[in-house]
């Protein structure tokens, strides 16, 4: 995978990078390892839980996950 962008599907992400989920779950964006069902793309979990920095989040993913 070159980079992770909003558009990737949580699952998918998940998969590729498990310790994706500790640090959505820090974020406060999904509870994976709890048992909430997840579905959609990175921007929509980020929307649902009404936080407005995106780019912030996917930034901070890219630089913590792809290092």
Known sequence: MNKIDAEIMVEDLVEEFPKA???LMEEGIVCIQCGE???GTLREAIERKGIPDIEGIVSRLN???MS
Do not use: D, H, R
């Open 63 to 65: 630089s913590k996950l």
């Open 21 to 23: 989920a500790g640090y």
């Open 37 to 39: 069902p997840v579905w």
